[in-house]
C-alpha cells in the first residue's frame, strides 16, 4: 500500500496563492501519473492537472495559467503552485499516483478554501 501525505491546503484570500505538497511512501519514478484532482462543494471529483512519466502535462481548463504542476522524482513528491487563487476553487485537493491499470492510490485531501 502506498501512503500518499498532502500539506500545503488552508484559508487564503481571494487573488492569492498557496502551494500543495504531496509526498508519496514508495519511488513514483516509474509512476505512469502523479497529480491532483480538487472535489468542490456539491460537485463531483474533478481533474486538476496531471504530471506523466513521459514528461507531459494536463491541466483542466479553468485552472491553465494560474497553477502549475511539478514533480520531484528524487523526493517522490509532487507539487501544486496555485496562484490567482478564486473563491470558486474552494475545495478539497486530493493527490492522485497511478502506476498501472491496477495500482492507482489517493492521499486523504487537504482544504483549500478561498474567501472574497
Known amino acids: 500500500q502506498v501512503q500518499l501525505v498532502e500539506s500545503g491546503g488552508g484559508l487564503v484570500q481571494a487573488g492569492g496563492s498557496l502551494r500543495l505538497s504531496c509526498a508519496a511512501s514508495?519511488?513514483?519514478?516509474?509512476?505512469?501519473?502523479m497529480g491532483w484532482y480538487r472535489q468542490r462543494p456539491g460537485k463531483q471529483r474533478e481533474l486538476v492537472a496531471l504530471s506523466r512519466s513521459s514528461g507531459t502535462t494536463n491541466y483542466a481548463d479553468s485552472m491553465k495559467g494560474r497553477f502549475t504542476i511539478s514533480r520531484d522524482n528524487a523526493k517522490d513528491t509532487v507539487y501544486l503552485q496555485m496562484n490567482s487563487l478564486k473563491p470558486e476553487d474552494t475545495a478539497v485537493y486530493y493527490c492522485y499516483l497511478k502506476y498501472n491499470l491496477y495500482q492507482e492510490y489517493w492521499g486523504q485531501g487537504t482544504q483549500v478554501t478561498v474567501s472574497s
Open positions: 514508495r519511488n513514483i519514478f516509474r509512476a505512469y501519473a
